[in-house]
């Protein structure tokens, strides 16, 4: 009798115990297929054209800078006390839901299915019929990037300067968490419609040569966790609490044993 009791108590003490360790021991590492779904996130930015509702900032340039001046309206609005005009603020062309922006002498400038290199392009050319060797400077202002896995604040973030390094847009994502591979980022992008992907070890010098040091419009950076973070997943949170069970029900175990021994 007695021992039938004991190894009830050890059996239900075995049972919790045995709930404290997850059956899926990779769950930390919430994108299994994590290559395809930062290639869909790639997708999603369309990466490598400019969108309707983006936002361009374009100046011209040019040795004599008075004749490139009506292509740059908004820069020239102060007059300074020696009777000149100087560069005020930035000029911010937006992309209309038919996807154009209304250019200055140049008039209407479709950007459907273009690049900001390919807009810049068409802008010289079509410019240089006013100005010659004209320089021509294309920024998107809502440049964005996509930061995931084991970052602090995964997300997505907008780059007001037009361009960033892999290292910047980590740490806007607030670093690496002590869990993240930082020998094996992968960078997905997204460039004239093919699609990219690289690893990248952050603890080689000399990842800042790779053409993925500078990012790129819509590129997704993916950050796995290290194995010490897929042990950690395996141990369920409520491990203490079952353990504590266990150790209540082997004591009432004892008490019980001994009651009957009496």
């Known amino acids: 009798m007695i021992k039938n009791i004991f190894s009830l108590f050890l059996f239900v003490s075995l049972l919790l115990i045995s709930c404290g360790t997850r059956q899926q021991a990779g769950d930390i590492n919430y994108m299994q297929n994590v290559e395809q779904a930062a290639t869909e996130t790639a997708l999603k930015n369309a990466a490598s054209t400019i969108q309707k509702g983006d936002q361009l900032v374009i100046f011209v340039s040019a040795k004599n800078m008075e004749v490139a001046r009506p ?36 008039g209407q400038i479709t950007t459907t299915e273009k690049s900001v290199e390919e807009v810049k392009a068409e802008l010289t050319r079509k410019i240089s019929a006013y100005v010659k060797d004209p320089v021509v400077t294309v920024r998107l202002v809502n440049f964005k990037v996509t930061v995931l896995g084991e970052v602090n604040r995964p997300g997505q973030y907008t780059i007001p300067e037009g361009q960033t390094t892999l290292l910047n847009a980590i740490g806007l994502a607030g670093d690496l968490t002590i869990y993240g591979k930082r020998d094996d980022i992968l960078l997905v992008r997204n ?4 699609i990219t992907k690289e690893r990248i070890n952050l603890m080689d010098a000399n990842f800042i040569n790779s053409p993925y040091f ?47 021994k009496k």
């Open 71 to 106: 292509f740059n309206q908004a820069y020239y609005t102060t007059q300074n006390p020696a009777g000149t005009t100087a560069p005020n603020t930035e000029k911010t062309y937006l992309v209309d839901s038919e996807g154009y922006i209304d250019f200055p002498i140049i």
């Open 191 to 194: 460039e004239n419609s093919t």
């Open 214 to 260: 500078q990012l790129k419009q819509g590129d997704v950076i993916y950050v796995s966790a290290n194995q010490t973070k897929e042990k950690i997943s395996r141990q369920d949170p409520n491990t203490s609490l079952y353990l504590a069970i266990a150790g209540t029900v082997i004591g009432l175990a004892g008490i019980f044993i001994t009651i009957f």
